[in-house]
Nanobody, 114 residues
Framework: QVQFVESGGGLVQPGGSLRLSCAAP????????MAWYRQAPGKQREMVAR???????DYAYWVQGRFIISRDNAKNTMYLQMNSLKREDTAVYYC????????WGQGTQVTVSA
């Protein structure tokens, strides 16, 4: 049963910005370290960033300094602010638990192109 809902993707030019959102029921959101993942065409899904319940964050080295992950536990929502986007950031972005992911949502498509 899919319970994560991602939104905010779209088409953006290189150097542009997007803000992704992830909504989930409190029972599978608040107690957990959450993560953003992405999957580019022909590639495996990879973790982009993660944030624990207290707000501590960790990033893949290729997005550090460009992306910011955050969460609002009162709203059961996680965010990914993506700045200085590059063509290689084009992928479907998903949210899920950082450890032992549950069923995947539909994701949100991010396309970086001129």
């Amino acid at each position: 049963q899919v319970q994560f809902v991602e939104s905010g993707g779209g088409l953006v030019q290189p150097g542009g910005s997007l803000r992704l959102s992830c909504a989930a029921p409190a029972s599978i959101f608040r107690p957990y370290t959450m993560a953003w993942y992405r999957q580019a065409p022909g590639k495996q899904r990879e973790m982009v960033a993660r944030v624990n319940g207290g707000g501590a964050t960790d990033y893949a080295y290729w997005v550090q300094g460009r992306f910011i992950i955050s969460r609002d536990n009162a709203k059961n929502t996680m965010y990914l602010q993506m700045n200085s986007l590059k063509r290689e950031d084009t992928a479907v972005y998903y949210c899920n638990h950082a450890v032992d992911p549950l069923a995947w949502g539909q994701g949100t498509q991010v396309t970086v192109s001129a």
